[in-house]
């Protein structure tokens, strides 16, 4: 693999069913974030990590999970889902946070219906 | 509070220059970015401005004035494969991106 790899590409879930969606870079990137892209929205921040072992909220935290055993994964999960929550889920990587030129990479997306 | 602005569409005819603008409200600022996003696909990075003025890759190019809040992407030479949503972001002073919502770009032959 080269980037960052997101799995499922696409899923259909019942409404109040746990899912977790994966993502996996290769390049060593130090940070890692979830967001949520929504027609007419930008961008949504639901969790961070700036390097393995931590994690943050971002604007839309609520009824997400995420973890960071190690430098490459950083999964995200949904403990019981609901139909707002359906959107499509980019994961993204950075080498250095907390600059201003950070550059992000994105995986290919992840496209959830919840109903 | 923080926000982006941008059109949410905008036509243009193959071959010619378009200029997409951005407007910016942020906590501080630490730069502003211009991501390409083609329909089903992943954000790819075009530019990043910290400094005011005119930053020049190619074809595209970038602007920034910090004193007016305001930045564009330029496309000069369009082709039909520029056909795709152009995404504005800033950086606030906790270094966090703050989206603007895309551009929806449509080139015409």
């Not at chain 1, 700036?50 to 999960?77: H, I, M, Q």
């Not at chain 2, 190619?58 to 494969?81: C, I, P, T």
Request: glycine fraction near 10%; include cysteine.
């Amino acid at each position: 693999i080269a980037g960052i790899t997101q799995a499922p590409t696409s899923q259909i879930l019942a409404a109040g069913r746990r899912m977790t969606l994966r993502c996996t870079q290769d390049m060593r990137h130090n940070a890692m974030y979830w967001y949520r892209q929504d027609l007419g929205l930008g961008l949504r921040l639901i969790h961070y990590s700036n390097t393995a072992g931590t994690t943050g909220k971002g604007e839309v935290p609520d009824g997400y999970s995420v973890s960071r055993a190690n430098t490459d994964d950083f999964p995200l999960t949904l403990a019981s889902a609901v139909p707002s929550q359906t959107s499509v889920y980019f994961c993204a990587s950075s080498k250095t946070p907390g600059v201003g030129a950070n550059v992000l990479t994105f995986g290919a997306g992840s496209r959830l219906t919840v109903l | 509070g923080q926000n982006i602005d941008q059109p949410t569409e905008m036509t243009a005819t193959e071959g010619a220059i378009v200029q997409i603008n951005c407007t910016y409200q942020t906590s501080g600022f630490n730069g502003l970015f211009w991501y390409q996003q083609h329909a089903g696909e992943a954000p790819t990075f075009l530019s990043y401005n910290v400094l005011d003025g005119l930053e020049e890759k190619g074809r595209f190019s970038s602007f920034l004035s910090r004193s007016k809040g305001y930045s564009y992407l330029l496309l000069k030479e369009l082709q039909m494969k520029d056909s795709a949503s152009y995404l504005c972001a800033g950086v606030d002073s906790n270094y966090q991106l703050i989206w603007g919502a895309g551009t929806k770009l449509i080139i015409k032959p």
